[in-house]
């Protein structure tokens, strides 16, 4: 790596000489921060989760340090002096810089006895907690000893006697306790503990009932550090506390306001609810059944939040809440709930201006038009219909010699999803679902006019549904997926190309595609005080299955791709592809993350086509995939990328594909991010070409024909939008000789022709992945 020497140098020279500690006053010091040491005496094991939970009350943090050597955020607070009005000086003090902390801020008594506390909340009793201050010229840090005795753990746990209905249904919730036997005494789980309990009986009608209501008693007396734990119902609980409603009078008033005047309005009895049908907007029917609380029924917390999920994921309401009023009839508790729905706009017309940013590096102005109707039959049925016309050209990765590509698009589309499952000859009952399944009916078409080549013709036709198990977890299955794609308007040089490559040419041919597609995903990253977050969509696509079993029955004979069977003038494409796309978070503190991304999939073409349609094939490369390769150069195989002298389509695909990505997320200043990442992968086909010699997947050689690149980005990141810029270059070339795959030696970012070469400028809106 050739002319980075003398740059590292003068970086590391920079970064030690903005310390800060030179712009600290005569009388203060630094603050450096805090560390825990602990000595253990007793039977202890591991003290790494103990660790991190007495960190968590050194609250006061030390100015951020680069490389734990300079502290460039408190340079720059310092140098601007004080800024008057907003300008450079006072973005450079209150945006890129941060006050220094100082020692005289630090309360090490304080500090030490909230250390001692949170060891006796995690078991550690008759533990002690001492400090120590250490100086320097200009700084100061603090390290805390914690002396730790053997921790106390749990030998009994004794739940309230069968006196009354209540203690008797806190019984009956004895065995999912959180709290087991020789488990370490632990404040937080008995926290826990309550909370559960508490959730348990508003779940059996005690609506008034809270975790503080129950309190525990800890007996230490056993001795050999164990501890006896008793839970008691408060004795001077409230009465509405103690007792368990049941459900009378439910209200549903589906157009809610604060800002307007209640009027009357005809209120009609719907299976048992009464709905305030003010303005006939909706289908009574279809809101009522979305509310979950029941005319005496006992009250269940968990009802209670599934009419607030099923209402607002309806996609009508803007707000939804639930208000309760006790009553008492006939010497019985009840609840009246009125449901209070305040509606969405009805209909919604948007014209946008766009800049529009592609993983292939394309990028352009595209004006896009969008009507929305949410209550399209009054049924919450969204209508939407929007339409585009953009033009695209190439921003970045553009190959040298070659001229940018550029394209044309025109694209319109109608969509209508219905809150319910909708089977010809079939009634389905969804309505016990607490997540809206939902049909959707989809047309589009798209013309595409790629100026050097081609224009393409695409029109779909879908008839799908989807539904949630979970908050989780998604499903999506079209079991009428008709899309018939053209090629017109051909170019001469694109002509040429086809005609040196039959293959290629048997992927643009006129196809219909007739099939199915099912896809599931799993996405946890909404929990967002999960360390461990994971993402995974797979799924599974066919076509031409049906109507190949229709033309055996038909004609008697087997479908061919030699001699393929036609639907209106066009060969129908049969194929099986899969794919998944399967990713890993780790978050640390201050939202940094390791992100990691593995993709795969794999097509099939069999019975009445011998090729992938155009549209079904697998690319690779560009900034959202493999950073270091223009988009749709790589591969397949060892197959090398276009000179800028050779006549080929730029546009290289596979039947196959493999990708791995990996990246660290850092914060730098405020909405400023970096990243450095390493990205490897590579297409192959599943038939020889020998147009693209080294194209063919082989379980033996495949790994060594992995691409691999890495770089570093920079990213601005203001939570509702992302602009990102990626630098990237080879690490891995897989179309030279198998020894000289690795260029680590050729990397010479002095060399003005390595870098014209190599580097690849990627800008794009958004995360990679």
Same mark, same amino acid.
Not at 3 to 17: D, K, R, S, T
Not at 52 to 64: A, G, H, Q, Y
Not at 86 to 111: A, H, I, Q
């Given at each position: 790596?050739?002319?980075?020497?003398?740059?590292?140098?003068?970086?590391?020279?920079?970064?030690?000489?903005?310390?800060?500690?030179?712009?600290?006053?005569?009388?203060?010091?630094?603050?450096?921060?805090?560390?825990?040491?602990?000595?253990?005496?007793?039977?202890?094991?591991?003290?790494?989760?103990?660790?991190?939970?007495?960190?968590?009350?050194?609250?006061?943090?030390?100015?951020?340090?680069?490389?734990?050597?300079?502290?460039?955020?408190?340079?720059?607070?310092?140098?601007?002096?004080?800024?008057?009005?907003?300008?450079?000086?006072?973005?450079?003090?209150?945006?890129?810089?941060?006050?220094?902390?100082?020692?005289?801020?630090?309360?090490?008594?304080?500090?030490?006895?909230?250390?001692?506390?949170?060891?006796?909340?995690?078991?550690?009793?008759?533990?002690?907690?001492?400090?120590?201050?250490?100086?320097?010229?200009?700084?100061?840090?603090?390290?805390?000893?914690?002396?730790?005795?053997?921790?106390?753990?749990?030998?009994?746990?004794?739940?309230?006697?069968?006196?009354?209905?209540?203690?008797?249904?806190?019984?009956?919730?004895?065995?999912?306790?959180?709290?087991?036997?020789?488990?370490? %005494?632990? !404040?937080? $789980?008995?926290?826990?503990?309550? @909370?559960? /309990?508490?959730? =348990?009986? #508003?779940?059996?009608?005690?609506?008034?009932?809270?975790?503080?209501?129950?309190?525990?008693?800890?007996?230490?007396?056993?001795?050999?550090?164990?501890?006896?734990?008793?839970?008691?119902?408060?004795?001077?609980?409230?009465?509405?506390?103690?007792?368990?409603?049941?459900?009378?009078?439910?209200?549903?008033?589906?157009? %809610?306001? !604060?800002? $307007?005047?209640?009027?009357?309005? @005809?209120? /009609?009895?719907? =299976?048992? #609810?009464?709905?305030?049908?003010?303005?006939?907007?909706?289908?009574?029917?279809?809101?009522?059944?979305?509310?979950?609380?029941?005319?005496?029924?006992?009250?269940?917390?968990?009802?209670?939040?599934?009419?607030?999920?099923?209402?607002?994921?309806?996609?009508?309401?803007?707000?939804?809440?639930?208000?309760?009023?006790?009553?008492?009839?006939?010497?019985?508790?009840?609840?009246?709930?009125?449901?209070?729905?305040?509606?969405?706009?009805?209909?919604?017309?948007?014209?946008?201006?766009?800049?529009?940013?592609?993983?292939?590096?394309?990028?352009?102005?595209?004006?896009?038009?969008?009507?929305?109707?949410?209550?399209?039959?009054?049924?919450?049925?969204?209508?939407?219909?929007?339409?585009?016309?953009?033009?695209?050209?190439?921003?970045?990765?553009?190959?040298?010699?070659?001229?940018?590509?550029?394209?044309?698009?025109?694209?319109?589309?109608?969509?209508?999803?219905?809150?319910?499952?909708?089977?010809?000859?079939?009634?389905?009952?969804?309505?016990?679902?607490?997540?809206?399944?939902?049909?959707?009916?989809?047309?589009?078409?798209?013309?595409?006019?790629?100026?050097?080549?081609?224009?393409?013709?695409?029109?779909?036709?879908?008839?799908?549904?989807?539904?949630?198990?979970?908050?989780?977890?998604?499903?999506?299955?079209?079991?009428?997926?008709?899309?018939?794609?053209?090629?017109?308007?051909?170019?001469?040089?694109?002509?040429?190309?086809?005609?040196?490559?039959?293959?290629?040419?048997?992927?643009?041919?006129?196809?219909?595609?007739?099939?199915?597609?099912?896809?599931?995903?799993?996405?946890?990253?909404?929990?967002?005080?999960?360390?461990?977050?994971?993402?995974?969509?797979?799924?599974?696509?066919?076509?031409?299955?049906?109507?190949?079993?229709?033309?055996?029955?038909?004609?008697?004979?087997?479908?061919?791709?030699?001699?393929?069977?036609?639907?209106?003038?066009?060969?129908?494409?049969?194929?099986?592809?899969?794919?998944?796309?399967?990713?890993?978070?780790?978050?640390?503190?201050?939202?940094?993350?390791?992100?990691?991304?593995?993709?795969?999939?794999?097509?099939?073409?069999?019975?009445?086509?011998?090729?992938?349609?155009?549209?079904?094939?697998?690319?690779?490369?560009?900034?959202?995939?493999?950073?270091?390769?223009?988009?749709?150069?790589?591969?397949?195989?060892?197959?090398?990328?276009?000179?800028?002298?050779?006549?080929?389509?730029?546009?290289?695909?596979?039947?196959?594909?493999?990708?791995?990505?990996?990246?660290?997320?850092?914060?730098?200043?405020?909405?400023?991010?970096?990243?450095?990442?390493?990205?490897?992968?590579?297409?192959?086909?599943?038939?020889?070409?020998?147009?693209?010699?080294?194209?063919?997947?082989?379980?033996?050689?495949?790994?060594?024909?992995?691409?691999?690149?890495?770089?570093?980005?920079?990213?601005?990141?203001?939570?509702?939008?992302?602009?990102?810029?990626?630098?990237?270059?080879?690490?891995?070339?897989?179309?030279?000789?198998?020894?000289?795959?690795?260029?680590?030696?050729?990397?010479?970012?002095?060399?003005?022709?390595?870098?014209?070469?190599?580097?690849?400028?990627?800008?794009?809106?958004?995360?990679?992945?």
């Amino acid at each position: 790596m050739k002319n980075l020497f003398p740059v590292v140098v003068i970086i590391v020279l920079l970064a030690c000489g903005c310390t800060g500690t030179h712009l600290i006053g005569a009388d203060e010091k630094l603050y450096t921060g805090a560390s825990v040491k602990f000595v253990k005496h007793g039977n202890i094991s591991s003290t790494k989760a103990l660790s991190t939970d007495v960190k968590k009350v050194i609250t006061l943090k030390p100015n951020s340090t680069l490389f734990g050597i300079s502290r460039p955020k408190l340079w720059f607070y310092e140098v601007a002096g004080k800024p008057k009005g907003k300008g450079f000086r006072y973005f450079l003090k209150n945006k890129l810089g941060e006050p220094p902390v100082l020692f005289s801020k630090v309360s090490p008594v304080s500090t030490a006895t909230l250390i001692q506390n949170r060891l006796e909340n995690d078991g550690y009793f008759r533990s002690t907690v001492s400090y120590e201050v250490r100086e320097k010229k200009k700084t100061a840090k603090v390290t805390y000893t914690v002396t730790l005795h053997t921790p106390y753990r749990i030998d009994s746990i004794s739940f309230p006697a069968e006196t009354d209905t209540l203690d008797v249904k806190i019984l009956q919730t004895k065995n999912k306790t959180l709290l087991k036997k020789d488990d370490i %005494y632990n !404040l937080y $789980t008995l926290k826990a503990e309550r @909370d559960r /309990i508490d959730l =348990e009986l #508003k779940n059996q009608g005690y609506f008034y009932f809270t975790s503080d209501d129950l309190v525990f008693f800890a007996d230490t007396a056993v001795g050999n550090h164990k501890v006896n734990l008793f839970l008691k119902v408060k004795t001077d609980a409230p009465y509405k506390t103690l007792q368990r409603y049941r459900m009378h009078k439910i209200i549903i008033n589906p157009g %809610y306001s !604060l800002d $307007t005047v209640t009027v009357k309005a @005809d209120t /009609i009895l719907v =299976e048992g #609810k009464y709905f305030i049908n003010s303005d006939s907007m909706f289908k009574p029917k279809n809101i009522v059944r979305s509310v979950f609380l029941n005319p005496n029924e006992y009250y269940t917390r968990k009802d209670h939040d599934n009419t607030l999920r099923r209402l607002m994921s309806l996609g009508i309401f803007k707000f939804a809440n639930i208000r309760f009023e006790d009553v008492v009839i006939h010497d019985t508790l009840f609840l009246n709930a009125t449901v209070n729905l305040t509606p969405l706009c009805k209909k919604s017309l948007r014209a946008e201006l766009l800049g529009i940013s592609k993983s292939t590096n394309f990028a352009g102005p595209a004006l896009e038009a969008n009507f929305r109707n949410r209550n399209f039959f009054k049924g919450s049925e969204l209508f939407v219909v929007n339409g585009a016309v953009g033009y695209e050209t190439q921003i970045s990765g553009k190959i040298p010699g070659q001229p940018a590509l550029g394209s044309f698009n025109v694209s319109a589309a109608a969509k209508l999803y219905i809150p319910k499952f909708i089977i010809p000859f079939y009634k389905v009952n969804t309505f016990s679902s607490y997540y809206v399944p939902k049909t959707k009916f989809e047309i589009s078409g798209e013309q595409i006019y790629h100026l050097q080549y081609f224009t393409l013709n695409s029109f779909k036709f879908n008839y799908g549904y989807n539904w949630k198990k979970s908050a989780l977890v998604e499903h999506e299955l079209d079991p009428v997926v008709i899309n018939y794609v053209s090629i017109i308007n051909t170019t001469p040089l694109f002509d040429s190309i086809l005609n040196q490559n039959p293959l290629l040419k048997k992927n643009f041919e006129q196809q219909f595609i007739l099939g199915l597609e099912y896809s599931y995903t799993f996405n946890n990253q909404g929990l967002t005080f999960k360390r461990n977050q994971y993402y995974f969509k797979g799924k599974a696509d066919f076509s031409g299955n049906l109507m190949s079993a229709v033309n055996g029955l038909i004609t008697g004979e087997k479908v061919n791709s030699e001699n393929p069977q036609l639907l209106f003038g066009s060969a129908y494409s049969q194929y099986a592809r899969f794919d998944f796309d399967a990713r890993y978070f780790r978050v640390f503190p201050k939202k940094n993350k390791i992100a990691t991304r593995i993709l795969a999939g794999i097509g099939l073409p069999y019975g009445n086509s011998n090729a992938l349609p155009y549209i079904k094939q697998f690319f690779i490369g560009g900034s959202n995939s493999i950073r270091a390769f223009r988009a749709r150069t790589l591969g397949p195989g060892s197959y090398p990328p276009p000179s800028t002298d050779s006549i080929t389509f730029l546009e290289q695909a596979g039947d196959m594909k493999l990708e791995l990505n990996g990246e660290y997320r850092f914060n730098l200043v405020g909405i400023l991010k970096g990243a450095v990442f390493v990205d490897a992968g590579n297409i192959w086909l599943l038939l020889n070409d020998t147009l693209r010699p080294g194209g063919v997947f082989q379980l033996n050689t495949f790994w060594n024909q992995m691409a691999m690149g890495t770089g570093f980005g920079l990213r601005i990141d203001a939570s509702f939008f992302v602009v990102r810029v990626d630098l990237a270059f080879p690490i891995r070339k897989p179309w030279l000789a198998s020894a000289d795959r690795w260029v680590f030696n050729q990397i010479d970012f002095g060399n003005a022709e390595w870098r014209k070469e190599n580097l690849v400028l990627n800008i794009a809106i958004g995360y990679p992945f």
